[in-house]
Nanobody
Framework: QVQLVESGGGLVQAGGSLRLSCTAS????????MGWFRQPPGKQRELVAS???????TYADSVKGRFAVSRDGAMNTVYLQMSNLSPEDTAVYYC?????????WGQGTQVTVSS
């Protein structure tokens, strides 16, 4: 079993920055990717950014150049540095881990960007 604990969400003004963290605990063997999804109000959950065990990254077009995903070497903590935030980034952000063919989700952390 893998448990995910997220931190770093909150309220920020447009143009500001936030850093999200997600730490995994439990049986970490077999994790192949970690990342972040988000679910804006009234919309579906969408990929924000992910990073594989090999260090390859994927970003949603809407966040390229503004957000950066990174992880520690042990593949148990993933970060999302968010810069130049806009109200359109307001959402619940979920940590995601891909392990042994399964999706594991964090509880979500709210990010609200005021205009």
């Amino acid at each position: 079993q893998v448990q995910l604990v997220e931190s770093g969400g909150g309220l920020v003004q447009a143009g500001g920055s936030l850093r999200l963290s997600c730490t995994a605990s439990g049986t970490l063997f077999g994790i192949v990717a970690m990342g972040w999804f988000r679910q804006p109000p009234g919309k579906q959950r969408e990929l924000v950014a992910s990073i594989t065990i090999g260090g390859s990254t994927t970003y949603a077009d809407s966040v390229k150049g503004r957000f950066a995903v990174s992880r520690d070497g042990a593949m148990n903590t993933v970060y999302l540095q968010m810069s130049n935030l806009s109200p359109e980034d307001t959402a619940v952000y979920y940590c995601h881990v891909g392990r042994l063919g399964r999706d594991i989700w964090g509880q979500g952390t709210q990010v609200t960007v005021s205009s």
